[in-house]
């Protein structure tokens, strides 16, 4: 699951949708970093020209993003052909990451930061030649937050007061409250052409979805050429995109792929030029091609167990912690991922600012949880080799996503670590919308799945207590001390005080073991050698698509 601020990797708070949420629990992410090429920019003079071929598994649903359903691919298709107010950075391994200004010029916050000002930049056009303006922000605002268009990610602007038009490139935004992801939430969503689009009323929007297209009109460095629904989507060069000489491709051609293999073959054979998730398994057929090369970095992922808590057998901590003990993550690791990945300890994930590196992994120590489980009161006294406590044997039902290939394999070597101990865990595979539902309604032992996490870093989505209701804490798990650290980090501005905080949320989550943390994933992607300063990152896998170019033309 996934919730991500960045629609992959977006921006969102929960509580998702259930497609977003389906798209986010099917992104498993395991990639490999041993032996691969580096992300870094190619050297010569980037040249004009040329068509890019890319591997696609899934296609789009429409082009104006408030009636998408906001999957990693719809949005990475919409960046390239709409702007925002600001761009994320990939910069967050060190501090909060950065918004850089896209459409915006310049900022200027009010001393209670109550207020943004912003002056929009002058260069900007619509591809019909009509200038951006401060009107096109205000209006886009009022669709996102419009009832009759019912955009699954609105509540991102409830903290959004209004949006004033001062002058053509001028605006003032009034927030209810100050706090960390003000700029972000209003940065949510690309901006849209009022000039264009509002000729059709908000209300009938949903039911004219390809009346959109008909009139589209974009502000970013590629446009829709032809889109043939479950075939190919062609994006071809904006001549009116505002950064002189770019893009340097003429066309994108998103060719829909489904099978990861079929990719990976046509990859191989020069048909594709790239393809932004390998599995690590597939790897080697990539490193050892002469034509291709390997692009890895750590995904914005955790996988993880998460329990019941709500149900007596995984009411007690020291249970919990027992299990985790009982688990030996390395291996795992080391079988499932080929050791491209690394043991996860918390919510937060390793390669984010906030991370705190003081936590060590709970050790795998069986001896260790048999003991804890025996003070606990759990032991074997039939000798069938499963532990009892008040005659009701320690087993319960591992659940998982059926389609996920690397999660069942690891819930069954998971089922014969915990069996070593004397827990016996029955592995369910399920198919992946009832485990949705499962989840939800709380109907579940335990249960294996993996979260991107959200770069405002809102522990809120799995681990306060409020969430078990209208959330995503699946398992019941509630702590009031962790609810208050929670609610501050979203109150506090200040990125040392908030350190503070998310490291005592972080400390707490890692004592109480709610979750099982097993490992997060580095992801892959493979391009072919022609294909020059491809940037792919946790944030998109087309991040400065336009500044992409290809050595041969």
Same mark, same amino acid.
């Given at each position: 699951?996934?919730?991500? &601020?960045?629609?992959?990797?977006?921006?969102?708070?929960?509580?998702?949708?259930?497609?977003?949420?389906?798209?986010?629990?099917?992104? /498993?992410?395991?990639?490999? +970093?041993?032996?691969? *090429?580096?992300?870094?920019?190619?050297?010569?003079?980037?040249?004009?020209?040329?068509?890019?071929?890319?591997?696609?598994?899934?296609?789009?649903?429409?082009?104006?993003?408030?009636?998408?359903?906001?999957?990693?691919?719809?949005?990475?298709?919409?960046?390239?052909?709409?702007?925002?107010?600001?761009?994320?950075?990939?910069?967050?391994?060190?501090?909060?990451?950065?918004?850089? =200004?896209?459409?915006?010029?310049?900022?200027?916050?009010?001393?209670?930061?109550?207020?943004?000002?912003?002056?929009?930049?002058?260069?900007?056009?619509?591809?019909?030649?009509?200038?951006?303006?401060?009107?096109?922000? @205000?209006?886009?605002?009022?669709?996102?937050?419009?009832?009759?268009?019912?955009?699954?990610?609105?509540?991102?602007?409830?903290?959004?007061?209004?949006?004033?038009?001062?002058?053509?490139? &001028?605006?003032?935004?009034?927030?209810?409250?100050?706090?960390?992801?003000?700029?972000?939430?209003?940065?949510?969503?690309?901006?849209? =052409?009022?000039?264009?689009?509002?000729?059709?009323?908000?209300?009938?929007?949903?039911?004219?979805?390809?009346?959109?297209?008909?009139?589209?009109?974009?502000?970013?460095?590629?446009?829709?050429?032809?889109? #043939?629904?479950?075939?190919?989507?062609?994006?071809?060069?904006?001549?009116?995109?505002?950064? !002189?000489?770019?893009?340097?491709? *003429?066309?994108?051609?998103? @060719?829909?792929?489904?099978?990861?293999? %079929?990719?990976?073959?046509?990859?191989? !054979?020069?048909?594709?030029?790239?393809? *932004?998730?390998?599995?690590?398994?597939?790897?080697?057929?990539?490193?050892?091609?002469?034509?291709?090369?390997?692009?890895?970095?750590?995904?914005?992922?955790?996988?993880?167990?998460?329990?019941?808590?709500?149900?007596?057998?995984?009411?007690?901590?020291?249970?919990?912690?027992?299990?985790?003990?009982?688990?030996?993550?390395?291996?795992?690791? *080391?079988?499932?991922?080929?050791?491209?990945?690394?043991?996860?300890?918390?919510?937060?994930?390793?390669?984010?600012?906030?991370?705190?590196?003081?936590?060590?992994?709970?050790?795998?120590?069986?001896?260790?949880?048999?003991?804890?489980?025996? #003070?606990? +009161?759990?032991?074997?006294?039939?000798?069938?080799?499963?532990?009892?406590? %008040?005659?009701?044997?320690?087993?319960?039902?591992?659940?998982?996503?059926?389609?996920?290939? $690397?999660?069942?394999?690891?819930? /069954?070597?998971?089922?014969?670590?915990?069996? @070593?101990?004397?827990?016996?865990?029955?592995?369910?595979?399920?198919?992946?919308?009832?485990?949705?539902?499962?989840?939800?309604?709380?109907?579940?032992?335990?249960?294996?799945?993996?979260?991107?996490?959200?770069?405002?870093?809102?522990?809120?989505?799995?681990?306060?207590?409020?969430?078990?209701?209208?959330?995503?804490?699946?398992?019941?798990?509630?702590?009031?001390?962790?609810?208050?650290?929670?609610?501050?980090?979203?109150?506090? $501005?200040?990125?040392?005080?908030?350190?503070?905080?998310?490291?005592?949320?972080?400390?707490?989550?890692?004592?109480?073991?709610?979750?099982?943390?097993?490992?997060?994933?580095?992801?892959?992607?493979?391009?072919?050698?022609?294909?020059?300063?491809?940037? =792919?990152?946790?944030?998109?896998?087309?991040?400065?698509?336009? #500044?992409?170019?290809?050595?041969?033309?």
């Amino acid at each position: 699951m996934r919730p991500h &601020r960045h629609r992959s990797d977006g921006r969102r708070r929960w509580p998702l949708p259930p497609a977003a949420l389906a798209a986010a629990l099917l992104a /498993v992410g395991c990639g490999g +970093g041993g032996g691969s *090429d580096p992300p870094v920019a190619d050297g010569g003079r980037p040249r004009s020209g040329g068509t890019l071929v890319v591997g696609a598994s899934s296609d789009v649903r429409s082009v104006n993003q408030v009636l998408t359903a906001g999957t990693t691919f719809e949005q990475a298709i919409l960046d390239q052909m709409f702007l925002r107010l600001f761009e994320e950075q990939p910069d967050y391994a060190e501090h909060p990451p950065t918004l850089a =200004p896209q459409l915006a010029a310049s900022q200027v916050w009010s001393e209670d930061r109550s207020e943004l000002t912003i002056e929009l930049r002058d260069d900007v056009f619509w591809s019909d030649g009509t200038p951006v303006s401060a009107d096109d922000v @205000r209006w886009t605002w009022q669709a996102q937050t419009s009832p009759d268009v019912a955009w699954p990610y609105a509540s991102m602007k409830d903290s959004i007061v209004d949006v004033e038009v001062l002058g053509p490139r &001028r605006l003032r935004v009034r927030f209810a409250t100050a706090s960390p992801s003000q700029l972000s939430d209003l940065n949510e969503g690309v901006i849209l =052409p009022r000039h264009a689009w509002s000729e059709l009323p908000l209300a009938d929007w949903r039911a004219n979805n390809r009346w959109f297209q008909e009139h589209l009109v974009v502000n970013g460095p590629f446009t829709l050429e032809s889109w #043939e629904p479950q075939q190919q989507i062609v994006l071809r060069r904006n001549e009116r995109y505002h950064v !002189a000489g770019q893009p340097y491709l *003429d066309r994108v051609v998103f @060719r829909i792929v489904p099978q990861q293999a %079929n990719q990976i073959r046509q990859l191989l !054979a020069g048909e594709l030029d790239f393809v *932004d998730h390998v599995g690590a398994a597939e790897a080697h057929k990539i490193q050892a091609s002469p034509v291709t090369r390997l692009i890895a970095y750590w995904h914005r992922q955790y996988n993880y167990i998460c329990w019941n808590v709500r149900r007596p057998l995984f009411a007690e901590t020291a249970v919990r912690q027992a299990l985790t003990m009982a688990i030996d993550r390395q291996a795992l690791i *080391d079988a499932l991922s080929f050791g491209h990945a690394r043991i996860a300890t918390s919510p937060i994930i390793s390669s984010v600012w906030a991370h705190d590196d003081r936590l060590e992994p709970w050790p795998y120590d069986p001896a260790a949880a048999r003991r804890l489980l025996a #003070e606990q +009161g759990w032991r074997d006294g039939d000798g069938d080799g499963v532990l009892e406590r %008040n005659g009701r044997p320690f087993s319960f039902d591992l659940s998982t996503n059926a389609d996920s290939t $690397i999660r069942v394999d690891a819930a /069954v070597l998971i089922q014969d670590q915990l069996r @070593r101990v004397g827990v016996d865990a029955q592995v369910r595979r399920i198919e992946f919308t009832t485990l949705v539902d499962m989840n939800l309604e709380h109907d579940f032992d335990a249960t294996l799945g993996g979260w991107g996490i959200d770069t405002s870093l809102d522990l809120t989505y799995a681990f306060h207590s409020d969430s078990y209701e209208n959330g995503h804490n699946f398992g019941g798990y509630s702590n009031p001390e962790l609810d208050g650290l929670i609610e501050a980090t979203r109150r506090e $501005i200040d990125p040392a005080a908030r350190l503070e905080l998310l490291h005592r949320a972080q400390g707490i989550i890692h004592r109480d073991q709610p979750y099982t943390f097993l490992w997060e994933p580095q992801r892959l992607a493979a391009v072919n050698r022609r294909v020059r300063n491809a940037q =792919p990152n946790p944030l998109s896998s087309y991040f400065h698509l336009q #500044e992409w170019w290809l050595a041969d033309g």
